[in-house]
Structure formats: C-alpha cells, structure tokens
C-alpha cells in the first residue's frame, strides 16, 4: 500500500502537470517527463505510477502505464488524471 507521504508527493505533482498536448511531447518523452516530475518532488515512480494506472484503466495490473499514455488521446490521458486529481 502508498502512505500518506507517497499520497501527499502525488498530490504535489498532479498539481504540476499542465496539458501533455500544450507542451507539444513527442508519446517517447512520456517516460522521462513523469521520471523527471517524481524527482522533483520526491516521489518514487512506482507511487506515480500506480494511481495513474488506476485512473487509465480503472485497473490496479495492466500495460505499461507510459505505453497507455503514448496510445490514448492525449485529451482523454488529460481528462483521466484530473479525475485523480479530483479524488
């Protein structure tokens, strides 16, 4: 299970992400911009990833997390993760 910690840096760094489509990211750059974001903040990528997976499939065990991203519209991607946002 994530903590409240783990839960507070996801907080943290869901409020950071501005649109993937405005910053114009090519689906290869996926992995590395919620790398570089979990550094920022401190949160491991397995604590990112796991409610992001959560919020893209509606399933705690699917595909790569970064494949769904690269594959889904980026405006559905979007919409998915200010759900979790939202939570």
């Given at each position: 299970t994530h903590g409240p910690a783990a839960r507070a840096g996801a907080d943290?760094?869901?409020g950071s992400v501005p649109s993937l489509a405005d910053l114009g990211m090519a689906h290869g750059d996926v992995d590395g911009f919620f790398?570089?974001?979990?550094?920022?903040?401190?949160?491991?990528?397995?604590?990112?990833?796991?409610?992001?997976r959560v919020a893209l499939t509606g399933k705690a065990v699917s595909a790569s997390v970064f494949d769904l991203v690269s594959l889904l519209p980026w405006n559905e991607v979007e919409a998915r993760l200010k759900k979790l946002e939202a939570l």
């Open positions: 943290a760094v869901w790398k570089t974001l979990g550094e920022q903040f401190g949160v491991k990528l397995g604590d990112l990833v796991a409610p992001m």
